[in-house]
Structure formats: C-alpha cells, structure tokens
C-alpha cells in the first residue's frame, strides 16, 4: 500500500512524523487511562470477591467516553485534539474553563515523531520497520504510565513479547526464534533471581513483576546475547536521571524510583544501536 516509500527515503521519514504525532495523540489517553481501567477492573473483581453489590458504571475504555478537561467536564473537540498545534493555539489552557493543560501532552507527542522518525531514518521502508514502530511507541506508553503510577500493565508488556516473538517466528526480526525465546526466559528470570536475592537479604522488594516481564519482553525483541547491555544501559540512565533529581532537590534519600522507565529507554536505545554500541566496545580491545 505504501510501496512508494520504499525509494523515497526523506518522504519516508516525513511519514513516519506525521504519523508519530497522530499515534503520539492516541498514546496520551493510552497513559491516562489504561491505569484507570485497571482499577476499575480490581474494584469489580473485588466486589465479586467479598460478594458485594456490583457498582454500575459508565463505559470506559480507549474509545469512550470522549476526552473531556478534567477541571470543567468541557468535550475536547476535533480542532482543539490537533498533536501540539492546538496546544500552542490554546496556548496550553482549556478553552472553555482557562485552566492549564499540562505540556506533557504535546511532548508525548513530539517525543513519538521524533521516535518514528529515527526508526525509519535507522532502518528504512520495510516490515521489520512496523514492528519496530509498535515496539518503540509502546515502550514510550509504558515508561510514561510506570513513571506517573509505578505500574506496566500486563496488557501492553504481554503484547509486546508476543510481537517481539512473532517477529522472530516469521523471519522479520534479525534475532532468531530459539535465540528470542531464551531472551524472553533469561529476561524474566534474570530479574526475578535478583528480586528474590534482595529481598531475602534486605527484608525488602526492590522492584515489582511488571519489570521482569518488560525485560522478557525486551529479551524477545534483542535475543538473550544483548540483556546484558540493556541491564547495563537501565542502570546508566537511572544513575543519570537520579542524579539530576536529587541535585535538583526532586529525589529524597531513600526514595524508591520506578525502573521500568529506564528499562524501556535501554532495550530502544540497543533495539536502535545495540550492534554499533556492542561492535565499537569490542573494538577498544582489538590490537
């Protein structure tokens, strides 16, 4: 369908843009409701448990209700849902009440053309492409949401193993099938036995499930050769952030840190480059 890109490479990454910023939009209400769905599900699974009346509610998903400002109740229409443009028309207030609207919003949104377009600029027209795409931009989803709730909802981490795993079955992905499998399982268990070891050790859990199963996730993508390079990117971009939070004051002694965020900034940045980070570190030790 979109063949034409293929020997257009510029036109291909003007694409991919645009398309960022659209899906960048869609990615917003993802982050902020995905977490609510969650709880209202274990709020109805609760009253099922203690055989309590169950509470009718209103639909609520990815689709309806429609985007309202939470201050007024005001419907967001069409020409105010343009990714950033109707931001800065708005001039980041709501149109109806004047209250602020948080800049998170069109930054999502950059952040997730910028992201389309470094993968089609990095790997070009192609199917692995649109796997990549799926990959990087529910990566961008899941950070966001562990940051605001320290949760990885199992309903984007399991989609994201399985396509990682679905990209290697079908000969997409340049990892192999048995080499994504054991990616999955070293990833899952990798971080499972260092959550066990602390706990027995300090009385205390240092990280939750959700970040085994992105690391498994990440290891179907990567193959198991490269979760040491991810364990040790997370760990740089962590130390990095944290320290810039608590010279900024951000960041109390103490304080627990979601490390799903750095994860999935990890397993991009060596779904992007992991080759060429990988060979230009062999490389200092060839004589």
Not at 252 to 276: E, N, R, S, V
Request: proline share 5%; charged share 10%.
């Amino acid at each position: 369908m979109f063949s034409f890109l293929a020997d257009q490479p510029a036109l291909l990454i003007i694409f991919c843009t645009v398309f960022g910023l659209l899906v960048g939009s869609f990615l917003n209400v993802v982050i902020h409701r995905v977490p609510r769905m969650m709880e209202r599900t274990w709020r109805r699974e609760a009253q099922e448990v203690l055989e309590l009346p169950i509470e009718e509610t209103s639909p609520y998903n990815l689709v309806v209700p429609r985007s309202r400002c939470p201050h007024c109740d005001h419907a967001i229409r069409w020409h105010e849902n343009i990714p950033v443009i109707s931001w800065l028309l708005l001039k980041g207030r709501c149109s109806a009440c004047g209250q602020g609207i948080s800049a998170r919003y069109p930054l999502i949104e950059l952040l997730s053309a910028l992201i389309a377009a470094v993968c089609a600029w990095q790997f070009g027209y192609g199917s692995w492409l649109v796997f990549v795409l799926f990959a990087s931009f529910t990566l961008l989803a899941l950070a966001a949401i562990d940051l605001d709730t320290t949760l990885l909802p199992d309903a984007m981490t399991f989609p994201l193993l399985w396509a990682g795993l679905l990209a290697a079955l079908l000969g997409i992905s340049p990892v192999s099938l048995p080499d994504a499998v054991v990616g999955a399982m070293a990833g899952y268990l990798s971080l499972w036995s260092l959550y066990w070891v602390f706990k027995l050790v300090t009385g205390k859990e240092g990280m939750g499930y959700g970040d085994f199963k992105l690391l498994a996730a990440l290891g179907a993508w990567l193959g198991w050769q490269y979760l040491p390079l991810v364990i040790l990117l997370s760990s740089v971009v962590g130390l990095v952030f944290a320290i810039g939070m608590m010279a900024r004051g951000g960041l109390k002694k103490g304080q627990g840190i979601p490390f799903g965020p750095y994860l999935a900034i990890a397993g991009w940045i060596a779904l992007l480059w992991g080759d060429t980070i990988v060979g230009a570190y062999l490389g200092l030790f060839q004589f």
